[in-house]
């Protein structure tokens, strides 16, 4: 479990992965060791990971889809499995509702997404229906799930 400081070192972090050991410790208030410590306990029990986080757009992919998948009960995890071997698909969840996987994908064109869709996600065996929602503009990207909750100054 996390306590506050473990909290605000995350909410720092998310700010900007790069922060050094000394300027998380001026800004929390603790000693430059203990921020080491805690990152590395963070990092250890799987609550954070550091990562590098790139934009899609601006590496080309400007062809973004939420693609809502209706799959056949008994072959969830073996579909879920080969769409998780695409590159080009960030996310696969397998959801509650009236679709039970829904994916991520981005890709260079609409034609790719198309070809995509076409070409690819039809041969997977387990998938009944396929209902894609193309991602006309983004207006928010956010990766951070805790928040500083102190008003701006």
Avoid: W
């Avoid at 009236?98 to 991520?104: F, M, T, W």
């Amino acid at each position: 479990m996390i306590d506050k400081i473990d909290r605000r070192l995350i909410i720092e972090l998310q700010k900007d992965g790069r922060y050094s050991c000394v300027t998380l410790a001026k800004k929390l208030g603790i000693g430059t060791s203990s921020v080491s410590r805690r990152i590395r306990r963070l990092q250890k029990e799987k609550i954070i990971r550091v990562i590098a986080v790139p934009n899609p757009e601006k590496l080309g992919l400007v062809a973004t889809a939420i693609v809502a998948m209706d799959i056949d009960i008994d072959k969830i995890d073996d579909v879920c499995s080969k769409l998780t071997a695409y590159e080009n698909i960030l996310n696969v969840a397998i959801a509650f509702g009236r679709y039970n996987v829904l994916i991520e994908a981005y890709h260079q064109s609409t034609e790719a997404l198309l070809n995509f869709l076409k070409n690819e996600l039809s041969q997977i065996d387990g998938i009944r229906n396929i209902e894609t929602f193309y991602i006309a503009e983004l207006k928010k990207r956010t990766y951070g799930l805790l928040h500083d909750r102190t008003p701006n100054k």
